[in-house]
C-alpha cells in the first residue's frame, strides 16, 4: 500500500505530524492488506504530480484544507482510481471559515473544498470537538478519530501509526470491485463460471491462467467483494471445482465502508421481487417460465436494481434449463425486451464469460449494455 501525503510545505506542525506518523507505521506493514506499507510525502503540486506517476499511488491524504492545488490533485486522484483521505486538522471548524468567508472560503468551498471531502473515503479528525464540527458540517458521513501524539498523551506514536493504518486498510478494503484490474476480473469472472458450471472443462487455458496469477492482494479483493454481494458460495463452487489454494481470508471479519441503504424515492420506490423460480412445463420445457424470468430481471434492470447475484442466477438458468430460442425470442419481441436481452447476453459474456452456445439470442455492445454494467460495477459503490 503506497501512500502520498499531501500538505502545505509552510506548515511546520503538521509536516512534523506526518514525519512522526510515516516513521512509525513503518514497522506495522505486514498489517496492511497486501503485506507492506510505503509513505511518501509531497508539499507542491508538481511533486504530488510526479510521485504520483512515479510509481502507483493507492491513497492520497490531504492534510489541511484551502490549499488551490488541492483541487488538481483529487482530480488526478479520481481519474486514476486512487483514493482519497482527508485530516482537516481542525481547519474546517467554525470559527475558521468565518474568516475572511465571502471572499476566501465560500469561493473555494463552491470550486473544490466540499467535493474533496466528499469525495474522501475518510475523514480523519483528532477529537470529539472536531468531530462535532464535521458532523454539523454534514459533508461526509465517514468520519474517523485518531489523537495527535503531538498535541496529546493519551495516544503514543506507535499507537496513532496504527490506528490510522487501520483506517487505510478500511478505505482500500471498501468497494474492492473498482481496484481489481483487467487479469483480476478476469478471474473473477473465470471463478463465477466455474462455479455455475461445476466443470473445469469448461475453463479456457487464459481463463485458467487468470486465476492462476493471482496475487493474495486479487484474492482478498474478489472474496470481500463476494462476500458483500452475496455470491460467496458460487466463488466457493469455482475455487472447489478447480481444486486450486488461495490464501485464508474471513471477510465477514474485515471492516470496510458500505454505502447507505436509502428508501428509493418516486418512481423507484417499489418493493423489490425477488426473481421467480424457472420451471418446467408438462413437456419438459422451460420458455415460458424463463421468458417470466427475465421479465423479471429487466423490472430489477429499470428500477436500477440490477446485481451481479442476479446475473449469476440468469447464468446459472440459461445453462441448465430447456429453452426454445426461437419461441423465447419471439415472446421478448413482443414485450419490446429483444434489445434488452441483446445486451444482457454480452453481459453474460463479460461477468461470467458465458460460451456462445448457451446464449439465447445474439450479444449486443451498445449505451443500454453500458448502463447494465455501471450497475454491477457500482453495486458496492460507497458514493
Not at 473473477?188 to 466443470?199: C, N, P, Q, T, V
Not at 469455482?238 to 471477510?251: A, C, F, N, V, Y
Not at 430481471?297 to 447464468?315: P, Q, R, V, Y
Request: hydrophobic share 40%.
Amino acid at each position: 500500500m503506497r501512500i502520498l501525503h499531501y500538505h502545505n510545505a509552510n506548515d511546520r506542525m503538521t509536516a512534523e505530524y506526518v514525519s512522526i506518523l510515516s516513521g512509525a507505521m513503518t514497522e506495522f506493514g505486514y498489517l496492511s492488506g497486501d503485506g507492506c506499507i510505503e509513505n511518501v510525502s509531497a508539499t507542491s503540486l508538481p511533486d504530488a504530480i510526479k510521485a504520483m506517476k512515479t510509481s502507483r499511488v493507492d491513497i492520497v491524504h490531504f492534510h489541511g484544507c484551502w490549499h488551490d492545488s488541492d483541487f488538481m490533485i483529487a482530480r488526478k486522484a479520481r481519474k486514476a482510481g486512487t483514493r482519497i483521505v482527508i485530516s482537516p486538522h481542525g481547519q474546517l471548524e467554525p470559527w475558521v471559515v468565518k474568516q475572511d468567508y465571502w471572499k476566501s472560503r465560500l469561493p473555494r468551498i463552491i470550486a473544490y473544498q466540499k467535493r474533496i471531502v466528499n469525495d474522501a473515503l475518510a475523514v480523519v479528525v483528532m477529537g470529539k470537538m472536531e468531530e462535532n464540527c464535521m458532523k454539523h458540517l454534514g459533508w461526509n458521513t465517514r468520519i474517523e478519530v485518531v489523537r495527535n501524539s503531538m498535541i496529546t498523551d493519551t495516544i503514543t506514536d506507535k499507537e496513532m501509526a496504527r490506528k490510522m493504518l487501520y483506517i487505510y486498510n478500511k478505505v482500500m478494503d471498501s468497494h474492492t470491485f473498482a481496484l481489481l484490474g483487467e487479469g483480476e476480473r478476469l478471474a473473477f469472472a473465470s471463478l463465477i463460471k466455474a462455479g455455475i458450471s461445476r466443470d473445469a472443462r469448461w475453463l479456457t487455458d487464459n481463463e485458467n491462467a487468470s486465476i492462476s496469477r493471482l496475487s493474495a492482494c486479487g484474492w482478498r479483493r474478489i472474496i470481500i467483494h463476494a462476500f458483500h454481494t452475496s455470491i460467496t458460495d458460487t466463488i466457493a463452487d469455482g475455487i472447489d471445482t478447480l481444486g486450486i489454494s488461495h490464501p485464508d481470508i474471513k471477510p465477514e471479519e474485515i471492516p470496510c465502508y458500505l454505502p447507505k441503504t436509502e428508501k428509493r424515492k418516486g418512481l423507484f420506490n417499489k418493493e423489490i421481487k425477488p426473481l421467480p423460480a424457472v420451471i418446467a412445463d408438462d413437456k419438459g420445457d422451460h420458455t415460458e417460465s424463463f421468458s417470466n424470468f427475465i421479465k423479471s430481471l429487466h423490472k430489477h434492470a429499470s428500477m436500477g436494481h440490477l446485481t451481479i447475484k442476479d446475473i449469476i442466477e440468469t447464468a446459472y438458468q440459461m445453462r441448465h434449463v430447456s429453452i426454445d430460442e426461437r419461441l423465447f425470442n419471439e415472446k421478448m419481441k413482443e414485450k419490446s425486451l429483444d434489445k434488452f436481452v441483446s445486451s444482457l447476453m454480452q453481459i453474460m459474456i463479460d461477468y461470467t464469460r458465458m460460451e456462445e452456445g448457451f446464449l439465447v439470442a445474439p450479444p449486443g455492445n451498445n449505451r443500454r449494455t453500458r448502463r447494465l454494467a455501471a450497475m454491477l460495477d457500482d453495486e458496492k459503490k460507497i458514493f
